[in-house]
C-alpha cells in the first residue's frame, strides 16, 4: 500500500496540520453516522497534537477516543498513556469526548486485555482514525521486535481486540490493539518527529522481515493508504 508523505517545517506546524485533518475526518463520520472514533498513540511525540485537536470545533459529545496500546499500569501512573491522554487531549472543547481505556484493574495483563477488548468492542469497525507512531527499532502501537505476541499481533487472522505483549526494555506488559483492528482505519496517520526517525522509517521501507521492524506490516498490509505526517 502506498504511503503520502506529509513533510513539515517544525512540529507546531506538524501539530497543526494534523489537528486540522483529524477534524475534518471526525467532522465528517459525525455528519455520516452521528458518530466518530479516534485511537490515538502514546509517548511524548503526541503531545502537541493532542493540545492542538482539543480545541478544535466539533461536536465531542458523539467522539470516542481509545488508545491503541497501553502499559499495565493504573492511569495515575506517570508512565500511562490514559494520563498523557487526559492531560493533553481531553481537555478543553474535547473535555465533552467519551474515553475508553485499555488499563482495567485485574489479577493479570492477559485478564486485563479479555476486559479491555469487550469494553471497546463498543466502538464498532473500523476506526474512523488511527494515530500511530513509530520507535526508534521499527516498533509501532506495542508491536516490538522479539514481543511475547507479536506473529498473533501481526497476524490478520488474528481477531479484533486487545491482546498482551511484553518484550525486552519495554518495561511493563502491554496491551495493544490487533493489527487486525487497526488496519483498515478510515485514516490512518503514522506521526513521526526527528531525523533518526526519518531514517527509521527509510529502512522500514526497504526488503526486510516485518518481525525484524513491525511498522513494516503497516506500510505493505493496511487496507486503508497510509498518511504519515512528519516534521525534524
Not at 493504573?74 to 472543547?93: C, F, I, M, T, Y
Amino acid at each position: 500500500m502506498a504511503a503520502t508523505l506529509h513533510a513539515f517545517t517544525n512540529a507546531a506546524e506538524l501539530a497543526s496540520g494534523l489537528a486540522d485533518k483529524v477534524t475534518e475526518r471526525l467532522s465528517a463520520a459525525i455528519t455520516a453516522r452521528a458518530t466518530a472514533s479516534i485511537a490515538v498513540s502514546g509517548g511524548s511525540t503526541p503531545k502537541a497534537f493532542f493540545q492542538a485537536l482539543s480545541v478544535r470545533d466539533l461536536d465531542w459529545s458523539k467522539v470516542t477516543v481509545t488508545l491503541v496500546d497501553e502499559r499495565f499500569v493504573p492511569a495515575d501512573n506517570e508512565r500511562s498513556n490514559h494520563l498523557l491522554v487526559a492531560n493533553n487531549l481531553l481537555q478543553n472543547k474535547a473535555k465533552a469526548a467519551r474515553f475508553l481505556p485499555l488499563y482495567q484493574k485485574s489479577g493479570s495483563a492477559e485478564d486485563a486485555a479479555r476486559l479491555a477488548t469487550a469494553e471497546t468492542k463498543a466502538i464498532g469497525n473500523p476506526f474512523d482514525v488511527v494515530i500511530l507512531g513509530m520507535g526508534g527499532d521499527g516498533h509501532t502501537a506495542s508491536f516490538f521486535p522479539g514481543g511475547s505476541n507479536l506473529a498473533a499481533a501481526l497476524d490478520p487472522a488474528t481477531p479484533r481486540g486487545i491482546i498482551t505483549m511484553e518484550a525486552q526494555g519495554a518495561g511493563e506488559p502491554r496491551l495493544t490493539f490487533t493489527f487486525s483492528s487497526l488496519q483498515d482505519a478510515r485514516l490512518l496517520v503514522l506521526h513521526i518527529e526527528g531525523a533518526g526517525k526519518k531514517d527509521t522509517l527509510a529502512k522500514a521501507e526497504e526488503a526486510g522481515e516485518e518481525a525484524e521492524m513491525p511498522i513494516r506490516a503497516v506500510l505493505r498490509r493496511a487496507a486503508s493508504p497510509v498518511e504519515i505526517y512528519w516534521a525534524p
